[in-house]
Structure formats: structure tokens, C-alpha cells
């Protein structure tokens, strides 16, 4: 398994071509917004994009070293 930081210039095309999208410290407002359609960060915006594009999204509780 492969993990790649995305920023947010590259993020539909890196959603496009993975599976999986893991958010080490994903935090309940950024949940709640992605959920109602809010999409104030890059966060937010690719928790909803995943969700809406069927990918499978994983949130951990505790962070992983992305180096």
C-alpha cells in the first residue's frame, strides 16, 4: 500500500485514480461538514468528493506518518 499526500491543486485528479482515501486526523467539524455539503477546505472537499465518487473512506484516530 501506497500512501501520497495530494494538495488541493491535484485533488480531483489523485480522487480519480485511487480507491481508498484516509484521513489521519479527520475531525467531527470537518465530518459534519463534508456530510451537509459544506465545503470550506480541501479537507471537507475531498471527504465529499470520496463519498460522492463511492470511494472508501477511512478515518483514523490516530495520525500516520505520510513519510
Same mark, same amino acid.
Given at each position: 500500500? *501506497?500512501?501520497? $499526500? +495530494?494538495? $488541493? $491543486? #491535484?485533488?480531483? /485528479? &489523485? =480522487?480519480? *485514480? %485511487? /480507491? !481508498? +482515501? ?6 467531527? #467539524?470537518?465530518? @459534519? *461538514?463534508? &456530510? +451537509?455539503?459544506?465545503? /470550506? ?6 471527504? @465529499?468528493?470520496? =463519498?460522492? =465518487?463511492? *470511494?472508501?473512506? %477511512?478515518?483514523? !484516530? /490516530?495520525? %500516520?506518518?505520510?513519510?
Amino acid at each position: 500500500m *501506497k500512501f501520497e $499526500e +495530494v494538495s $488541493e $491543486e #491535484n485533488l480531483y /485528479d &489523485a =480522487l480519480s *485514480k %485511487i /480507491d !481508498t +482515501v484516509i484521513f489521519p486526523t479527520l475531525t467531527q #467539524n470537518t465530518a @459534519a *461538514k463534508a &456530510a +451537509v455539503g459544506i465545503r /470550506d477546505s480541501s479537507a471537507a472537499e475531498a471527504l @465529499a468528493c470520496g =463519498l460522492l =465518487l463511492k *470511494k472508501k473512506v %477511512i478515518a483514523v !484516530t /490516530d495520525s %500516520i506518518p505520510l513519510r
